[in-house]
């Protein structure tokens, strides 16, 4: 005697004459079905509970591999702060980069043009040397100062912060 799979369920779209069956989903489906439950199971107690990651750790290992590759990205603004002295030779060296890139916006005299003023008392992005350096490194994009930690090195950065500070300290800034 045959199986009969096509079950109707007793009633009937009475306008339309459509009958609805109760026929099983099929197997590949259902299979499908419980594979993929299966899996986000195993999945889960994997990635939570077994392998014990944390977002910390992930962190630490990145950050550990980005130090690898590039060591000298180590070097930021503070970082090159720590050594920063306002010397004869470092405000010579410094006056040299400042004519020869900045003094066409901040003016030969620092007294400003296009850029601020760089020998009163009024500092837009802070007055001490780190701020100063990060300042020269990063640049002030949205009022138009360039990047300048690409261009120059980080010697030639604190030469220029240097030399600004000393003209801004013997102009009574």
Request: contains cysteine.
């Amino acid at each position: 005697m045959s199986k009969d799979t096509n079950r109707l369920l007793g009633h009937a779209d009475e306008a339309d004459g459509i009958d609805e069956y109760d026929n099983p989903l099929p197997d590949w489906w259902l299979g499908l079905f419980w594979v993929t439950i299966l899996f986000a199971i195993v999945y889960s107690v994997h990635y939570h509970v077994i392998a014990d990651r944390s977002i910390e750790a992930d962190l630490a290992r990145e950050m550990a591999a980005a130090e690898a590759r590039w060591p000298d990205a180590a070097e930021t603004p503070e970082a090159a702060a720590v050594e920063f002295a306002i010397t004869p030779e470092a405000v010579a060296a410094g006056e040299q980069v400042f004519q020869t890139n900045c003094a066409s916006c901040h003016g030969a005299d620092l007294t400003g043009g296009i850029g601020p003023n760089l020998i009163d008392d009024e500092w837009i992005h802070g007055g001490t040397p780190e701020d100063v350096i990060r300042t020269i490194t990063e640049g002030v994009p949205e009022k138009g100062m360039l990047t300048w930690g690409p261009l120059l090195s980080a010697e030639q950065i604190r030469d220029v912060a240097a030399y600004v500070l000393s003209k801004s300290q013997t102009a009574g800034g």
